[in-house]
């Protein structure tokens, strides 16, 4: 029987698909990818935390306060961190766009304070 994936593993798997043929992290990215596993992992036990606290008779307010800030805290966190090691897509823009675009900027573009 295999091990289950955690959470964190399962992130950085589906980060390492992104990357086209021929390409790989660097040092640095590999150690951000480490950590980006460890806090994914990290989350999914504090959100088990959470939901046995949520199951107590005598809810403590605090500690779902508290936990639910370190939960949306650590999730921010790793949310820039993959945003980060995604690689750059740039939208396709087409040639009358960009005419547009051009003409509008060096033409001081729009209608400008007075219409509005």
Same mark, same amino acid.
Do not use: C
């Given at each position: 029987?295999?091990?289950?994936?955690?959470?964190?593993?399962?992130l950085?798997?589906s980060?390492?698909?992104?990357?086209?043929?021929?390409?790989?992290?660097?040092?640095?990215e590999e150690?951000? $990818?480490?950590?980006? +596993?460890?806090e =994914?992992? /990290? *989350?999914?036990? !504090?959100? &088990?935390?959470?939901?046995?606290? $949520?199951?107590k008779a +005598?809810?403590s =307010?605090? /500690? *779902?306060?508290? !936990?639910? &800030?370190?939960i949306?805290?650590l999730?921010?966190?790793?949310?820039?961190?993959?945003?980060?090691?995604?690689?750059?897509?740039t939208?396709?823009?087409s040639?009358?766009h960009?005419k547009?675009?051009?003409?509008?900027w060096r033409?001081g573009?729009g209608?400008?304070?007075?219409?509005?």
């Amino acid at each position: 029987m295999t091990p289950r994936k955690t959470p964190g593993s399962r992130l950085v798997e589906s980060l390492r698909g992104l990357l086209e043929d021929g390409y790989e992290f660097d040092e640095a990215e590999e150690h951000l $990818l480490s950590m980006l +596993e460890a806090e =994914t992992d /990290r *989350v999914a036990a !504090l959100r &088990a935390v959470l939901a046995a606290e $949520l199951a107590k008779a +005598e809810v403590s =307010t605090r /500690r *779902v306060t508290e !936990l639910s &800030a370190e939960i949306r805290l650590l999730e921010k966190q790793v949310g820039q961190w993959a945003a980060s090691l995604r690689p750059k897509q740039t939208a396709a823009k087409s040639w009358t766009h960009q005419k547009a675009a051009n003409t509008r900027w060096r033409t001081g573009g729009g209608p400008g304070l007075a219409a509005l």
